[in-house]
């Protein structure tokens, strides 16, 4: 229970601008650092994430 009420108070206290994603998997797992890096890529080309 405790995860699931921290995760729904952190969801509600967002901006509406903030994008989550829910992946199943760990954070070391291939899958999730493939994630991440797509999505900072898609950042970066959308001008989000800027150097």
């Known amino acids: 229970m405790g995860l699931k009420l ?3 108070e952190l969801l ?3 901006p509406t601008e903030v994008e989550t994603q829910r992946l199943d998997c760990h954070i070391n797992d ?3 650092v ?3 890096l797509r ?3 898609d ?3 959308r001008g989000i994430v800027v150097s």
Do not use: K, Q, V
């Open 43 to 45: 950042g970066c080309a």
């Open 6 to 8: 921290f995760l729904s």
């Open 39 to 41: 999505t900072f890529d």
């Open 34 to 36: 493939e994630h991440a």
């Open 12 to 14: 509600a206290g967002l």
């Open 30 to 32: 291939e899958e999730f």
